[in-house]
Nanobody, 128 residues
Framework: QVQLVESGGGSMQPGGSLKLSCAAS??????????LGWFRQAPEKRREGVAV????????YYIDSVKGRFTISRDDLRNGLFLQMNNLSPGDTAMYYC???????????????????WGQGTQVTIAS
């Protein structure tokens, strides 16, 4: 059974760092790779993709607002997905979701419709 469980959220002052973790129990016996990503949804805003990584090629993509501050990574052996977030700002306040979906090529795109497995989310709040 596919299951994604996030952890690591919390409250932080601007400029601080947090590392989100996702325990991803995926079916690795299937004949395809996965795109693994982090999405977020701020209050009264639509959910947006933040970063994505391809399970085989390790291709990564970030939205412009987090480039240079956030790093997505995987622990292949332990089925872990991570998001290291540095220099956080109030604009990063949101519920963060881990997601997975089938990869159809060597790259991944941050399109919500491409991800069919979702975690329950972990809250990140950045305030003085």
């Amino acid at each position: 059974q596919v299951q994604l469980v996030e952890s690591g959220g919390g409250s932080m002052q601007p400029g601080g760092s947090l590392k989100l973790s996702c325990a991803a129990s995926l079916d690795w016996s299937v004949p395809y790779s996965y795109c693994l990503g982090w999405f977020r949804q701020a209050p009264e805003k639509r959910r947006e993709g933040v970063a994505v990584v391809h399970s085989r090629t390790k291709y990564t993509y970030y939205i412009d607002s987090v480039k240079g501050r956030f790093t997505i990574s995987r622990d292949d052996l332990r089925n872990g997905l991570f998001l290291q977030m540095n220099n956080l700002s109030p604009g990063d306040t949101a519920m963060y979701y881990c997601a997975a979906g089938r990869a159809f090529g060597p790259n991944c795109f941050i399109r919500e419709a491409d991800f069919n497995y979702w975690g329950q989310g972990t809250q990140v709040t950045i305030a003085s």
